[in-house]
């Protein structure tokens, strides 16, 4: 079980790690296409992981609230919109095509910004993780190791173009390869910061489980809504992503429902 839980929490900063490693492989910029597609999959990804692998979740554990099951999962979803829009005005950002600085205006050059930009929305991916494994060690059912393991999967495999997609552009705006890499890689450490946090609180989280599996799941949502389908979307129409955003939900959805 020890394993499990820390291949769970792992997994995830390894996506963006590779991710942050392309940086050493690909020149310039990336691609206006290659960006709107890996934005439109992580965005795909993170929905069909929310619905299935935290939302159904919270409502199963519910079942005992009868046909008031669904009210954890609708206050918890609430609770994790109002928490990221609550980061989303105190954590100074910026984001990756936007020249607008977000949240407080304090002097951090744009680099720095699109860091915080993306490491803010990592936040409620470690959470989303830590909460699942820590109902996984309390043994609540319905929850299993395959299950968790594909949330950390699913995760990570998103996490792999959040990775170039803040690393690659650091490097084209003139930051050394190494410094680069180095941004993206930490830009995902709050994932098992996060998720290790949440592991430490077992005995907390498991009675409101419900709350926090939707919790997690409304701040991912948040993250996509605010920021991937925006950035995915601007400029000249395309189809691109959207097609990504397609496959990206189905991967998610094969993988708990095959793993799960």
Sequence with gaps: MTEQVLLGILIPFIGTTLGSACVYFMRGEMN?????ALQGFAAGIMIAASVWSLLIPAMEQSEALGKWAFVPAVVGLMAGVLFLLLLDHVIPHQHLNSDAPEGPNVPLAKNKKMFLAVT???IPEGMAVGVVLAGLLA????ITASGALA???GIAIQNFPEGAIISMPLHAGGMKRHHAFWYGTLSGAVEPLGAALTLFATGLVVPILPYLLSFAAGAMLYVVVEELIPEMSEGEHSNIGPIAFAVGFAVMMALDVALG
């Design 32 to 36: 206006r296409k290659v960006e709107r």
């Design 120 to 122: 803010l929305h990592n």
């Design 139 to 142: 043994g609540v059912e319905g």
């Design 151 to 153: 949330l950390a999967l």
